[in-house]
């Protein structure tokens, strides 16, 4: 029973580029938060997923970041043109229900250069 | 909006000694949950324990337990015969069971030191 899977595990961006950091939840699981990690600091939420639906954003910058959970397929977070203070370990956590319990996967580490 | 703060930076224990790490939340709600979460070298964070505000009973994991003041709104980790594996990032976390969110709100952390 795979857990949740991320990749890559490591992305590497230069200023202005676009990053991309997908998130395969567990079997069985439709619901997926993505949260923030910067150096030294515990984990801030971004955004909260269901099938095909954004339910709670609140915690996205306004600008250059998107996040999507398409029908098929991964979870997908989209960084437009990064800057450095991108610079973070993202996490995704996937849920079997509402206020189920969330497991985390390993992480995305974004370096911008 | 719920806070949760961590106030130690930084614990030492030796091998098979106890520790507790101190968290404190701040809420105007009554139903919610709280828990603690270990981050190794690895970065994979794995859930530790859970408490439920409306039992009354401290959790307990094995070598872990909890002591929650709900008036307080206090929730410390113990840590019984620690191990050197022990060694990582624990975080405190929050989440609401009222409404539709269904974040967690996590504390800055300790770092947990395991020495021989």
């Known amino acids: 029973n795979a857990g949740v899977m991320q990749n890559p595990r490591h992305l590497v961006r230069r200023r202005g580029q676009e990053a991309r950091l997908r998130c395969s939840p567990m079997?069985?699981?439709?619901?997926v938060y993505w949260y923030r990690q910067l150096p030294e600091e515990g984990l801030k939420f971004m955004v909260y997923?269901?099938?095909?639906?954004?339910?709670?954003e609140s915690g996205m910058p306004k600008e250059r970041f998107s996040a999507e959970f398409p029908k098929e397929g991964p979870s997908i977070l989209r960084i437009q043109q990064v800057v450095r203070g991108d610079s973070a370990a993202y996490f995704c956590?996937?849920?079997?229900?509402?206020?189920?319990?969330?497991?985390f996967g390993p992480g995305t580490r974004l370096t911008v250069t | 909006a719920q806070t949760v703060t961590q106030s130690q930076p930084e614990m030492s224990v030796q091998e098979a000694e106890t520790v507790t790490l101190s968290c404190t939340y701040d809420?105007?709600?009554?139903?919610?949950?709280l828990f603690w979460y270990k981050q190794p070298p690895s970065r994979q964070m794995i859930l530790v324990i859970r408490?439920?505000?409306?039992?009354?009973q401290n959790a307990t994991e094995n070598r872990f337990s909890v002591n929650f003041q709900k008036a307080a709104k206090s929730f410390s980790l113990k840590i019984s015969d620690s191990q050197l594996g022990d060694a990582a990032m624990y975080f405190c976390?929050?989440?609401?069971?009222?409404?539709?969110?269904?974040?967690?709100?996590f504390g800055t952390g300790t770092r947990l030191q395991v020495t021989l």
């Open positions: 956590a996937s849920s079997q229900a509402f206020k189920g319990e969330q497991y």
């Open positions: 079997k069985g699981h439709s619901h």
């Open positions: 997923l269901q099938k095909e639906n954004i339910i709670d």
């Open positions: 809420t105007s709600e009554s139903d919610y949950y």
């Open positions: 408490q439920e505000a409306y039992k009354q």
């Open positions: 976390a929050y989440r609401t069971n009222t409404g539709t969110a269904s974040k967690l709100t």
